[in-house]
């Protein structure tokens, strides 16, 4: 089986063709507490102009991408994963619960303290947006890099949002068979996500 792990970041998957647009001393980097095995190798390809044939990949994996492309961008990545999926492939995605997070951000306090720092010593300290803390305590912190995205490098900004709803219609509009559509936490106590399993028809 040929498989494909677009935008892998932090977690590339074995088994899997782990594409990201950082290399893997640049996800070092980025991740410092996780280990990352030498063997492991990083493929860098235009998203949108995968170097694979038609039909000619059986899973196709994007967890937490699809939200950091633009509305004109999105498209172009479905279109693509669909041109590269054999009938019957799988694609896996997830994405930010849009709906939940705001109904978080609404019953938190509005209590803002900091302008958000971009300084290495505050990355490596955790900090978003003045909290320090990954803590739902009020609505500009964690919270709203959720939203957002953590803006802490190339790449780490939020452009699209998405629903359960939107995602239907969107599948349904690619003809893309909705095998698993459910909610769950990126981190077990924070993040809600919504995770998509469709096959290609």
């Known amino acids: 089986m040929k498989k494909i792990n677009i935008g892998c970041g932090g977690r590339p998957l074995p088994d899997y063709i782990n594409i990201d647009q950082d290399s893997l001393n640049d996800i070092r980097l980025r991740y410092p507490n996780k280990v990352f095995e030498d063997s492991l190798v990083i493929e860098n390809h235009d998203i949108f102009n995968l170097p694979y044939a038609e039909n000619s990949i059986d899973e196709v994996r994007a967890d937490g991408l699809l939200e950091h492309l633009s509305f004109k961008d999105e498209p172009r990545l479905l279109y693509e994963v669909k041109r590269v999926l054999k009938k019957g492939g799988v694609f896996e995605f997830s994405v930010p619960d849009f709906e939940e997070v705001c109904k978080i951000w609404l019953k938190l306090d509005d209590d803002w303290k900091d302008f958000f720092s971009d300084s290495e010593e505050d990355i490596k300290k955790n900090h978003w947006f003045g909290t320090y803390t990954y803590d739902y305590t009020n609505r500009w912190g964690y919270i709203i890099a959720t939203i957002y995205g953590s803006q802490n490098g190339e790449g780490q ?45």
Do not use: G, Q
């Open 157 to 201: 900004y939020h452009k699209n949002c998405y629903s359960k709803k939107k995602i239907e219609k969107m599948m349904a509009f690619l003809n893309f068979k909705i095998l698993k559509l459910e909610t769950f936490l990126w981190k077990s106590d924070r993040d809600p996500m919504i995770r998509c399993v469709v096959e290609k028809e």
